[in-house]
């Protein structure tokens, strides 16, 4: 008889219920975006990305390793939107109770406000929803 096959994925609560396996334990910012972007994608005139900025080595063939930037630019905002109908652009930093901003996210903030966006940093799906209200009335933060 054979031994009953072991499941090699874990299922918790923080899994998506797949077969992949299961996950780190979310960040508390993670938490905050996962909130957010749910808000946020109900709202009807408001397109909303998700903004990855990272780096990772990558093997090149001659076994050295290259360091290799992604995303828009350092310190590029969580999620960058259009909000309708006019076309202005939303950036907003998620960060978590206690979290803070680098000083590369403050001049990005700063940029898109000086060429007349709307960004700003939220904690809770409550401030982003709050967050995007002032930008339908034109306020820059």
Request: hydrophobic fraction near 40%; include cysteine.
């Amino acid at each position: 008889m054979e031994k009953a096959r072991r499941r090699t994925t874990a299922r918790t609560r923080w899994s998506t219920g797949s077969r992949r396996p299961a996950a780190r334990k979310p960040t508390p910012e993670g938490l905050v975006l996962r909130q957010v972007m749910f808000a946020l994608r109900r709202e009807p005139d408001l397109l909303i990305y998700r903004q990855n900025v990272g780096a990772v080595k990558m093997p090149m063939g001659d076994g050295r390793e290259r360091f290799v930037r992604f995303g828009l630019t350092k310190g590029a905002s969580d999620l960058l939107g259009v909000l309708a109908p006019d076309g202005r652009i939303v950036a907003i930093e998620l960060k978590s109770a206690r979290g803070r901003t680098t000083p590369e996210q403050d001049a990005f903030l700063s940029g898109i406000r000086a060429f007349g966006g709307f960004a700003c940093v939220v904690r809770s799906a409550d401030e982003a929803r709050a967050a995007i209200e002032r930008a339908r009335k034109g306020e820059m933060k």
